[in-house]
């Protein structure tokens, strides 16, 4: 057995001791085959603004590595079911995407690739080898490297979906300089299975392992701005992030592990009141949400869903609260989102919400407000007026 074969099987070793659920290796060569998709969804418009800017760096290990010779992929596998359902309140509740659930999981993978990297400098000695994990927010294609490691294959919604625990799964890698013998790429079981392109109710799955995404619902959650009319009906109750792909997925079904204590979901936290959610300082926000991975963006971009959530959940008992919001929050995008869920939630032609309304549009109209929100009342308004 040749000794790149025998530290494989070591790393192997050590890594189930460290609780990693999979771990794969490839080799250090660019993954150059990936470009013209790359440009191609560039030019598209089809790339959101989360990717690593350098389509180079992301498929070139060399660019951002010296000398690598191999890459260690990781997953760990991730809840799919809540063990127990929140209490009953009274109000209304949005969701979490199941990739949101327990603690961040960048912080969890690096702190496993962290252990996993003092395991093998013991295996080799201190000073015989080197390392560069990332993280999603890395150079490398993590569902890329992961496949080309063996873990598992890319389905047809870009997704890495692994024989053991579906989709379900987050993923990790590690450039170094040691050379390990390469595991085998899996080809996609899809076939003619269309199921998530199916499900998507954006249409934002292009069929080929790639999609648009400006139109993912996840991407969508997370923008900062106001959201685009097409997008707010399709989010449901959700706050962060979209898995209707993967729920919709075959090779799903059935999954469900709870392996790792930091992912356990805290159902107030994953399934949370959404009127609560709008009067949080950010201390408080920080103190809820804050080592949840749906928390990277801040709270704005969370309240902004959640006035929508309550809109789509037809919640008429919210609407002094979101006049409230409408008139004292000091951030233009919500306060004119809340006007919208005020329109939406009348039911009949109302005096005082119309008044209210009015009122703050004559002072954003006074403030200089941009055409984008001062529309929203507009809309607000003409959608009052025609309950009458």
Not at 254 to 282: A, I, T, Y
Request: aromatic share 6%.
């Amino acid at each position: 057995m040749s000794a790149s074969v025998t530290l494989k099987q070591q790393i192997i070793t050590e890594s189930k001791k460290l609780g990693i659920d999979k771990i794969g290796f490839t080799t250090a060569d660019d993954f150059e085959e990936l470009r013209s998709s790359l440009e191609a969804q560039k030019a598209a418009g089809h790339t959101s603004s989360f990717e690593h800017p350098n389509i180079d760096e992301r498929l070139n290990p060399k660019l951002i590595f010296d000398h690598p010779q191999s890459i260690i992929a990781i997953a760990l596998a991730y809840p799919s079911r809540m063990k127990q359902r929140p209490k009953r309140s009274g109000l209304k509740r949005g969701q979490f995407a199941r990739a949101s659930w327990g603690d961040d999981y960048h912080h969890i993978l690096r702190e496993k690739m962290a252990l996993l990297i003092d395991r093998i400098k013991d295996i080799v000695g201190e000073g015989k080898a080197r390392f560069e994990p990332m993280v999603d927010t890395g150079q490398l294609i993590d569902v890329a490297v992961a496949h080309r490691a063996g873990l598992g294959f890319i389905g047809k919604n870009g997704l890495l979906i692994t024989e053991e625990f579906g989709s379900f799964v987050y993923l990790g890698e590690m450039i170094t300089d040691l050379k390990l013998e390469p595991d085998t790429p899996i080809p996609c079981q899809c076939g003619e299975c269309t199921r998530c392109l199916d499900a998507c109710p954006v249409q934002a799955l292009l069929g080929d392992g790639r999609m648009n995404a400006q139109r993912c619902l996840s991407y969508q959650t997370q923008t900062k701005g106001l959201m685009a009319d097409e997008f707010r009906p399709k989010i449901r109750n959700v706050i962060y992030g979209c898995d209707i792909c993967q729920v919709a997925c075959p090779f799903n079904r059935g999954k469900d592990f709870h392996l790792h204590q930091r992912m356990e979901p805290n159902v107030e936290k994953v399934r949370p009141e959404l009127l609560p959610m709008l009067k949080l300082s950010n201390k408080q926000f920080n103190d809820r949400f804050g080592q949840m991975a749906g928390a990277w963006r801040g709270k704005k971009p969370l309240q902004r869903n959640a006035i929508i959530a309550l809109a789509n959940l037809g919640d008429v008992s919210a609407v002094d609260d979101l006049l409230h919001v409408m008139s004292q929050d000091p951030r233009p995008m919500i306060r004119a989102t809340a006007a919208y869920a005020v329109a939406r939630l009348s039911r009949s032609y109302e005096t005082t919400s119309r008044a209210k309304v009015a009122e703050q549009y004559q002072k954003e109209l006074a403030s200089g407000q941009e055409e984008a929100l001062l529309k929203e009342y507009r809309r607000a308004l003409k959608t009052i007026d025609a309950l009458k």
